[in-house]
């Protein structure tokens, strides 16, 4: 095999972005991340440089593959990825060989936090027919599928009014952080993927990621009682000048009020005031929630399809 393999580096995110970008394009027609989303993923709290990833070049120091397995909280859940970048020679062989390593890596971390299995989740295009196809090959099976939603803001977004007893608070302050982490991870308790995450851990991620800005974390309180979240980003403002919903979630005792209907149509209203071209989320269609048919109701619609695979080892 024609290839070297080595780690990744802080510095190695430009050529890890131009390899990312050349396969987007080849499955979906165009890049899906950012340079500040790649320096972001690597310097990710709790991500190993020396022993969670694995770059591969030719014979010329050109960038073929990107591979790594990241876990995800104390949990058994470990997320994997192997990136070819297309028409290189010998691509098969290269991913076979960055495969083999990303599942044992997979395994390494899980018996580090001392569980006796491990579960894999895997995350592919739904047109890349190609690694749908070696993801069954590999033994994944499908567990959920992402849609991304948009909606496009031409104007001002009229705010809409707090219903009866709701003050909103944004994530400038402490307190207002960890009731919103408190609400975030009681909503989300019942998710696909969901791993519990403690505050300094959930805190320390976000903090350390260039999109985040804490002012676009709206806290819900229904008199006076910590009630929904919305946590918005500028994961998409770069490159399609969108604001992003990464988190929105109400608890459980307060569902049912319009309570989510609302922090989405305020979350647009951000946007729209903020200059954004429209909001963009991802929503789990098997959402334990009706989520999916609640943002199409709000005007959003679908722009791409993301499956998750699953392997437990």
């Given at each position: 095999?024609?290839?070297?393999?080595?780690r990744?580096?802080?510095d190695?995110?430009?050529?890890?972005?131009?390899?990312?970008?050349?396969?987007?394009?080849?499955?979906?027609?165009?890049?899906?991340?950012?340079?500040?989303?790649?320096?972001?993923?690597?310097?990710?709290?709790?991500?190993?440089?020396g022993?969670?990833?694995?770059?591969?070049?030719?014979?010329?120091?050109?960038?073929?593959?990107w591979?790594?397995?990241?876990?995800?909280g104390?949990?058994?859940?470990?997320?994997v990825?192997?990136?070819?970048r297309?028409?290189?020679?010998?691509?098969?062989?290269l991913?076979?060989?960055?495969?083999?390593?990303?599942?044992?890596?997979?395994?390494?971390?899980?018996?580090?936090?001392?569980?006796?299995?491990?579960?894999?989740?895997?995350?592919?295009?739904?047109?890349?027919?190609?690694?749908?196809?070696?993801?069954?090959e590999?033994?994944?099976e499908?567990g959920?599928?992402f849609?991304?939603?948009?909606v496009d803001?031409?104007?001002?977004?009229?705010?809409?009014?707090?219903?009866?007893?709701?003050?909103?608070?944004?994530?400038e302050?402490?307190?207002?952080?960890?009731?919103?982490?408190?609400?975030?991870q009681?909503g989300?308790?019942?998710?696909?993927?969901?791993?519990?995450?403690?505050y300094?851990?959930?805190?320390a991620?976000?903090?350390a990621?260039?999109?985040?800005?804490?002012?676009?974390?709206?806290?819900?309180?229904?008199d006076?009682?910590?009630?929904?979240?919305?946590?918005?980003?500028?994961q998409?403002?770069?490159d399609?000048?969108?604001?992003?919903?990464?988190i929105?979630?109400?608890?459980?005792?307060?569902?049912?009020?319009?309570?989510g209907?609302?922090?989405?149509?305020?979350?647009?209203?951000?946007?729209?005031?903020?200059?954004?071209?429209?909001t963009?989320?991802?929503?789990?269609s098997?959402?334990?929630?009706?989520?999916l048919?609640?943002?199409?109701?709000?005007?959003?619609?679908?722009?791409?399809?993301?499956?998750?695979?699953?392997?437990?080892?």
């Amino acid at each position: 095999m024609h290839h070297t393999l080595g780690r990744p580096r802080v510095d190695d995110a430009p050529a890890i972005h131009e390899l990312i970008a050349a396969y987007d394009t080849a499955v979906i027609g165009a890049p899906d991340v950012t340079l500040d989303d790649v320096a972001d993923e690597l310097a990710e709290p709790g991500f190993d440089l020396g022993q969670d990833g694995w770059l591969a070049r030719d014979a010329g120091g050109r960038l073929t593959a990107w591979a790594w397995a990241h876990r995800i909280g104390d949990g058994d859940l470990v997320n994997v990825q192997v990136i070819v970048r297309p028409g290189v020679e010998e691509a098969d062989e290269l991913a076979a060989e960055l495969w083999r390593l990303v599942i044992g890596r997979a395994r390494e971390l899980g018996a580090e936090r001392g569980h006796d299995h491990v579960t894999v989740d895997l995350d592919v295009y739904r047109s890349d027919e190609a690694k749908q196809t070696l993801a069954k090959e590999l033994g994944f099976e499908p567990g959920t599928s992402f849609h991304r939603m948009r909606v496009d803001h031409s104007g001002p977004v009229d705010a809409p009014a707090p219903p009866d007893g709701v003050t909103l608070h944004t994530g400038e302050s402490e307190q207002v952080r960890r009731e919103a982490h408190g609400v975030q991870q009681a909503g989300f308790a019942e998710h696909f993927g969901f791993v519990p995450v403690d505050y300094d851990s959930w805190y320390a991620r976000r903090q350390a990621q260039s999109v985040n800005d804490w002012s676009q974390l709206t806290l819900a309180r229904v008199d006076g009682r910590p009630a929904g979240v919305v946590i918005g980003n500028n994961q998409f403002l770069p490159d399609e000048e969108c604001g992003y919903v990464a988190i929105l979630a109400v608890l459980p005792g307060f569902r049912g009020r319009g309570l989510g209907r609302f922090l989405l149509r305020h979350a647009f209203a951000a946007d729209a005031a903020r200059g954004r071209r429209g909001t963009i989320l991802h929503v789990d269609s098997n959402n334990t929630t009706p989520a999916l048919g609640l943002y199409e109701s709000a005007g959003m619609h679908p722009v791409l399809v993301i499956d998750v695979w699953r392997r437990r080892l």
